[in-house]
């Protein structure tokens, strides 16, 4: 059974840094896609970053590019979301998602993520 545990959430002022992890368990990292995806206070959840574990081929969202980097640890099973420049607006708690199955590419549809974690929240204040 899969199980992501999401840690380093917090809150930190405006322009500041955070880096969350997932430590995944009964879940290998190979040619299959983990991502991030967060939900705000009244809001639908959305997909923030998404990587390919075997070829490490990355999406982001546009408000987050050039700004946020997903990141993998083979050895340590952990998937990574380095949070940099941080706005008000990244404030939600945000979930670690994992796909079981091997796929050519990787896109922020929910539907194909079968595993989710707890979620970790982050707060960003002005």
């Known amino acids: 059974q899969v199980q992501l545990v999401e840690s380093g959430g917090g809150s930190v002022q405006d322009g500041g840094s955070l880096r969350l992890s997932c430590a995944a368990s009964g879940y290998t990292f190979s040619s299959n896609c983990m991502g991030w995806f967060r939900q705000a206070p009244g809001e639908e959840r959305e997909g923030v970053a998404i990587i390919s574990t075997g070829g490490g081929s990355t999406l982001y969202r546009d408000s987050v590019k050039g700004r946020f980097t997903i990141s993998q640890d083979n050895a340590k099973n952990t998937l990574y979301l380095q949070m940099n420049s941080l706005k008000p607006e990244a404030t939600a708690m945000y979930y670690c998602?994992?796909?079981?199955?091997?796929?050519?590419?990787?896109?922020?549809?929910?539907?194909?993520?079968?595993?989710w974690g707890q979620g970790t929240q982050v707060t960003v204040s002005s």
């Open positions: 998602a994992a796909d079981r199955y091997s796929r050519r590419n990787c896109y922020f549809a929910e539907s194909r993520f079968q595993s």
